[in-house]
C-alpha cells in the first residue's frame, strides 16, 4: 500500500539520520475505501494524487505548529505492506490510516517537498490555517493559495540535498 506520511523538514532531516520516519504511530494518507467512496470516479493515479494532497494539507497543520519549521510542506511517500496499516472508521479525514510502526528509510519510494518559490504562500497559510478551520473564507483562499504550489519529486537519495 502507498502510504503518504506529512512531514517538515527537521522531522524530514531526522528522518534521515535516524534512517526511519517515526516514531510510531504515524499518521498517513492512503486510499482507502471512504476516499474510493468519496471520489468514485477516479483511477489509482488520481486517488493517490487525493491522498497526498491530504498529507500535504497535513504537512501544513505540522508547519503552524512548529514555529521554527521552515514554510516549505514534506510528504513522504512510502511502500507499506497492509499489516502495517490501520483504517478505521473514527480516523478524521476520508484517506487517514494510522501506520502502525516506525518506517524504515527503504520504504520511502519518494518525498515531495515545495519549491523555495512556495515559501510566502506557505508562511501564509500556515499563519491563516487557525480562522480557514473556523470558516473564514478569506483565510480558507489564503490556504488554496500554498495548495496550488506543486510539490516537488524527490528519488530518496536525494533528499539529503535538502540539507546541504
Known amino acids: 500500500m502507498r502510504v503518504f ?3 517538515t523538514l527537521p522531522a524530514l532531516e531526522l528522518a ?3 534512517q526511519e520516519v517515526g516514531p ?3 499518521t498517513g494518507y492512503a486510499v482507502t475505501p ?3 467512496e468519496w471520489y468514485a470516479s477516479g483511477d489509482l493515479e488520481e486517488l493517490e494524487y487525493a491522498a497526498m494532497s491530504e498529507a500535504a494539507r497535513a504537512s501544513l497543520r505540522l508547519i503552524a505548529g512548529d514555529e521554527g519549521a521552515p514554510r516549505r510542506r514534506v510528504v513522504l511517500a512510502a511502500e507499506l505492506p497492509d499489516t502495517a496499516v490501520e483504517i478505521g472508521p473514527e480516523l478524521e479525514d476520508r484517506g ?3 501506520v502502525l510502526d516506525p518506517v524504515p528509510l527503504t520504504r520511502i519510494a519518494s518525498g515531495h517537498v515545495d519549491d523555495e518559490a512556495a515559501l510566502g504562500d506557505v508562511r501564509a497559510a500556515a499563519g491563516a490555517l487557525a480562522a480557514a478551520d473556523a470558516g473564514d473564507e478569506d483565510a480558507r ?3 488554496d493559495g500554498a495548495e496550488g504550489h506543486e ?3 524527490y528519488a530518496t537519495q536525494e533528499l539529503r540535498y535538502l540539507f546541504e
Do not use: D, G, N
Open 5 to 7: 506520511i506529512p512531514a
Open 16 to 18: 534521515l539520520s535516524k
Open 24 to 26: 510510531a504511530p504515524l
Open 34 to 36: 471512504a476516499l474510493r
Open 96 to 98: 487517514t490510516v494510522r
Open 141 to 143: 483562499f489564503v490556504v
Open 151 to 153: 510539490l516537488l519529486w
